[in-house]
């Protein structure tokens, strides 16, 4: 099946679905017993040997991933109506597709690892611990909002567990990943950072010069490239001479993996530790796809084809891919996880009510945790010529 977007076909997007559903069972009726689970696809890797396609999991964290990213799908979606509804104000950028990168990268990890994104981060904040109410209290500005309010869709933040933030400027979280990554090991501890990027920012500069930094120094650093095909409404192809972002680093290593498969990302993450904690950095290229727009000013069908996105949403899908998985296991019936998808609308819309009643943040707020005392509003008061004469 191939798709036309342009002059070129687009049939390397679909793969199939069915595919992923090769396991073996060993115990059906322990939640927490091994299945065995093969990729649907291979991992492909540059200067590196790619891990094993073949994946253990159990009953318990397959239900964990479909529970978990059946909240997030139904989050975004929530937030697209909120946003035309226009109380979610600014930029507002949607994650639906996507939600097998931040499920996987999750299981592989600790809340000790640090993730540092761009500004699709809603559903990263979820998989790192923050909760509904929080989420959609920032979207909408309030008080209660994972940023007070403050940061909107863009600036999601939980530092308690390792998530240092979405990021407005295309690219610039990337050095700051470095950054912690370089703390780390200052501080000799055994973790690392994920600096997340998408492919519309692979050809910046000063990605390119952290990472030349963190492969000086051996940083326990992962670079982590969301491709899902468009910068913006850009396809990768008129961007990009080499699309195949695991091999940009050269003399990094580098993987491919598919980024809709929850269940490889978590290979791939486990294996990325593994290596940066030992070697220094190395690159993933999460092959991914967004349903939504750029953000919810793009329609996202006129650089693409509404055919293109439906068949996506029908071989690839990272949800239906792990209820497929939990179908073949006998894990739970189809009624119980269209029950369960139920419940996390209602648990999705208890939240929106509840940070609707959350409060503005108060005016006096809007200069904190922006200006170092003495550098801020302050100079430019009465007080400005004594600040002045404090200054080097």
Not at 356 to 384: H, I, Q
Request: overall charge neutral.
């Amino acid at each position: 099946m191939a798709l036309s977007t342009g002059r070129r076909t687009v049939n390397h997007l679909l793969k199939p679905l069915t595919a992923a559903v090769s396991a073996t069972r060993h115990v059906s009726s322990d939640s927490t017993a091994t299945i065995t689970v093969e990729t649907s696809l291979p991992f492909t890797g540059h200067k590196i040997d790619p891990p094993s396609r073949t994946i253990e999991t159990s009953a318990n964290e397959l239900m964990t991933f479909f529970k978990d990213m059946a909240e997030m799908r139904r989050m975004e979606i929530a937030a697209d109506s909120l946003y035309k509804a226009k109380l979610i104000r600014g930029f507002c950028h949607l994650y639906d597709g996507q939600e097998a990168v931040a499920i996987g990268m999750e299981a592989a990890i600790t809340k000790k690892d640090c993730i540092i994104t761009a500004y699709r981060d809603h559903c990263i904040f979820l998989a790192r611990g923050g909760g509904l109410y929080e989420s959609f209290a920032e979207l909408m500005g309030r008080k209660d909002g994972c940023s007070k309010g403050k940061g909107g869709s863009m600036h999601f933040y939980k530092k308690d567990s390792g998530f240092y933030g979405g990021h407005g400027i295309v690219g610039a979280q990337v050095p700051l990943g470095i950054g912690l990554a370089f703390a780390q090991k200052y501080s000799k501890e055994e973790h690392v950072s994920f600096a997340m990027y998408g492919d519309g920012a692979a050809n910046q500069g000063q990605l390119f010069e952290a990472l030349n930094m963190a492969a000086l120094w051996d940083l326990p650093a992962i670079l982590v490239c969301e491709n899902n095909h468009y910068g913006m409404g850009t396809a990768e192809w008129r961007a990009a001479k080499s699309p195949a972002y695991y091999k940009r680093g050269d003399y990094v290593p580098g993987l491919k993996v598919d980024g809709m498969d929850a269940l490889a990302v978590k290979q791939a993450c486990k294996f990325a530790k593994e290596h940066a904690l030992k070697n220094g950095p190395i690159i993933l290229e999460m092959d991914t796809y967004r349903y939504h727009g750029h953000s919810m000013s793009d329609p996202g069908s006129t650089y693409r084809t509404r055919d293109e996105i439906s068949g996506v949403r029908q071989e690839r899908d990272p949800i239906e891919r792990i209820r497929k998985l939990i179908l073949a296991h006998d894990i739970a019936t189809e009624k119980e996880l269209k029950d369960i998808e139920k419940e996390k609308r209602k648990i999705v819309d208890e939240a929106i009510a509840k940070a609707k009643e959350s409060p503005m943040p108060d005016p006096s707020e809007l200069f904190t945790n922006v200006y170092v005392k003495g550098f801020g509003v302050e100079a430019c008061g009465a007080d400005r010529k004594e600040v002045r004469a404090t200054l080097p």
